[in-house]
C-alpha cells in the first residue's frame, strides 16, 4: 500500500509542472495570437481611413467645376460658341431629321 502511494505521488509530482508548463506555453502562443490580431484589426482600420480619404479626393477632383477649371487653365480649352458648331451627317443624311 505504501508502495503505491509513492508511486502515485511520484506520478504528480512530475505531471502537475508539466501541465502547469503546458498551460504557460499555450497563454504565452494565445497572447501572441491575440496581438496579431489586434494588429490586423488597427491595419483594416487604417485601410478603411485611407479608402475613404481616396475616395473623397476622387469625388473632389472629379467635379464639374474643377474640370471645366483645368480644361480652361491647364490644357487651353473653352466652350465653343454656337455659330462655331456644325453638324456633319455621314451616308447621305438617309434617315436623318433636322
Known sequence: MKKRFYIVFFIMVIT?????????????????????????????????????????????????ERLENEAKNNLGYR????????LIILGGGKGFEL
Open 16 to 64: 502537475i509542472p508539466l501541465f502547469l508548463g503546458v498551460n504557460a506555453y499555450q497563454a504565452n502562443v494565445c497572447d501572441e495570437i491575440r496581438r496579431d490580431i489586434k494588429g490586423v484589426e488597427r491595419l483594416q482600420e487604417n485601410s478603411i481611413e485611407n479608402s475613404r480619404i481616396i475616395s473623397a479626393e476622387i469625388a473632389d477632383l472629379m467635379t464639374v
Open 79 to 86: 466652350k465653343m460658341r454656337p455659330e462655331e458648331i456644325r
